[in-house]
């Protein structure tokens, strides 16, 4: 069975940083496109970055630009997400999504929570 195990959510104080980890296993993890969401408190789901099987293509939404950085380790059947300069807004549960390239099969895992607050 496909897993996708996020870790590195918790609690930190606005201007500081995390950085999450997403760990696949039961995939040929360098087949599948990589990407983080996040949902807020009674907000959608929004994509926050996405990388792509090779890892040479990110890309960011408007609102972490600047801030965020996507990267993977194909070796470690890892993706992670940096996340610089964290303000309030940024509080959410993270999801890690990975979409199979040659026919769009995904996979969820079941998020982490990353709050910031002072």
């Known amino acids: 069975q496909v897993q996708l195990v996020e870790s590195g959510g918790g609690l930190v104080q606005p201007g500081g940083s995390l950085r999450l980890s997403c760990a696949a296993s039961?995939?040929?993890?360098?087949?599948?496109?990589m990407t983080w969401y996040r949902q807020a408190p009674g907000k959608e789901r929004e994509r926050v970055a996405g990388?792509?099987?090779?890892?040479?293509?990110?890309n960011y939404a408007d609102s972490v630009k600047g801030r965020f950085t996507i990267s993977r380790d194909n070796a470690k059947n890892t993706v992670y997400l940096q996340m610089n300069s964290l303000n309030p807004e940024d509080t959410a549960v993270y999801y890690c999504?990975?979409?199979?390239?040659?026919?769009?099969?995904?996979?969820w895992g079941k998020g982490t929570l990353v709050t910031v607050s002072s």
């Open positions: 999504n990975a979409r199979r390239y040659a026919d769009n099969l995904v996979y």
């Open positions: 039961r995939l040929t993890f360098s087949n599948y496109i």
């Open positions: 990388i792509s099987t090779a890892g040479d293509m990110p």
